[in-house]
């Protein structure tokens, strides 16, 4: 009996040894280790089912890389994956979590920088991600991972608490990060996630359903690859797969942000504000809203194909002066461009948010730190001002009601701030100056009294 208890220990001692073996090989200092934080818990589901699948066939890890997938389905429970050998082995059952939590995002992230240590960090999230949209009429969100069982979702805000909280972690920035993600390549995303991260690859235009092409990225990563080439094999590896590639033909773009060029961009972005304000050019303005290139919400336009336009529109040295400055700080901070399909020939990288009518301006967006540190908010307000406020004022003068009642007609909160100037303006104009007739004066006013109250 006491032979069979030993040889029993002597075993159970065996695999101890033999899962530390495999603990420490896993904590093996690599080259790369990528983490996927996979939402399906929406109408996602089977395509995440079908990418961790493409993930296991050529993502696995080897002596180089490691690959960590944190996985929710849609009424299943979320587990982590240890992807090596063509297998997926469970690292932790987490039971029903929120993937709209951006803590929960935080501390996978964390918690596998910490267990798989490597070189280089290359972070992927996969779900929907949104322009700036309306969600039941009580304001206007941008965000990513949306998960339907909770009905949250990670916003821009807490993308930069996430990144923050994870650099302190890493003791200095992410290498990589990716979106896997619809539409989420804006200045205003880049401007909260370059602080905490070297490189960002993504989408200004709505994704395909295929998403990422994850046996093409694998099967590119070579030994020895470095951040920056990584993130232009994945832009390569993207519009390859939609351009009659594994995807078929279909319309996509991706691209690539050099985050320690972002600075440099805002200050060349906040020169041409001020020209552009700096006279009255919203009839050119309006042109080219008309022309320029847009993406699944039209309020996502190509800003470089914006900046051209008021180039040729706008005869004016210093725009065009202010336009060539801010050309070349895009042509530095996006280096790395790619487009398949139909539609986005226009398309050069990043988008920005620019709503051609002032009712559909989210005043949600005036809480960005985008906003605090650009003056791309007020160059967009100051044309609605001449744009709208401008005619008006003058039909009003002539003693017409015309434009006045259109804009009464679809005035919302949205412009709230823009109705009280014209209610302050033509309050002005017809009752103090008294430059419009009697009958003109009674419209005005039962106009205003309805504008008041919108």
């Known amino acids: 009996m006491k032979r069979i208890i030993a040889r029993l220990l002597l075993f159970c001692a065996f695999l101890a040894f033999s899962c530390l073996k495999v603990e420490a090989a896993k904590r093996t200092v690599k080259e790369w280790t990528f983490m996927i934080f996979m939402n399906g818990d929406n109408n996602l589901d089977q395509s995440a089912v079908k990418d961790l699948r493409e993930i296991r066939t050529k993502g696995s890890s080897n002596e180089f890389i490691n690959t960590v997938v944190m996985l929710d389905r849609a009424k299943s429970p979320a587990v982590t994956y240890y992807v090596e050998n063509g297998k997926t082995e469970v690292i932790k059952e987490h039971g029903e979590i929120d993937m709209g939590d951006y803590k929960v995002y935080t501390n996978f992230i964390k918690s596998s920088i910490k267990k798989y240590p490597a070189k280089h960090y290359c972070s992927i999230i996969w779900n929907h991600g949104t322009g700036w949209k309306g969600k039941n009429n009580q304001g206007i969100v941008r965000g990513i991972s949306y998960d339907d069982q909770s009905g949250n979702h990670i916003t821009t805000a807490q993308l930069g608490f996430a990144l923050k909280d994870i650099n302190q972690v890493l003791g200095r920035k992410l290498d990589l990060l990716c979106f896997d993600a619809c539409l989420m390549q804006m200045a205003e995303v880049a401007n909260t996630v370059c602080d905490y991260t070297d490189f960002v690859v993504g989408s200004e235009e709505v994704e395909p359903g295929d998403g990422y092409p994850y046996k093409e990225i ?67 303005v309006t042109k080219i809203l008309n022309e320029v290139q847009k993406f699944g919400y039209p309020e996502n336009i190509d800003l470089k194909h914006f900046v051209t336009l008021t180039k040729s529109k706008i005869q004016n040295d210093g725009v065009k002066n202010a336009a060539d400055r801010l050309l070349k700080s895009i042509e530095k901070l996006v280096p790395m461009n790619s487009t398949s399909g139909y539609g986005l020939n226009y398309a050069f990288g990043l988008a920005i948010y620019f709503p051609q009518s002032s009712y559909n301006f989210s005043k949600d967006y005036l809480h960005l730190p985008f906003f605090k540190s650009t003056m791309w908010a007020s160059m967009v307000q100051d044309y609605y001002k001449k744009y709208i406020i401008r005619p008006i004022m003058a039909e009003v003068a002539n003693n017409k009601v015309t434009k006045l009642k259109e804009y009464v007609l679809k005035a919302n909160e949205n412009n709230r701030d823009l109705s009280l100037e014209l209610i302050t303006k033509l309050n002005f104009l017809c009752f103090s100056e008294q430059k419009c007739d009697e009958k003109t004066q009674k419209r005005v006013k039962a106009l205003l009294a309805e504008l008041k109250n919108k």
């Open 218 to 284: 694998f099967s590119g990563v070579k030994q020895g690859m470095q951040p920056a080439d990584l993130a232009k094999l994945i832009v390569k590896a993207y519009t390859a797969s939609y351009d009659d590639g594994s995807a078929g033909y279909q319309a996509s773009t991706q691209s690539c942000i050099v985050s320690n060029c972002y600075n440099s961009f805002k200050d060349s972005l906040n020169g041409y504000c001020k020209m552009l304000m700096s006279s009255d050019y919203s009839k050119q």
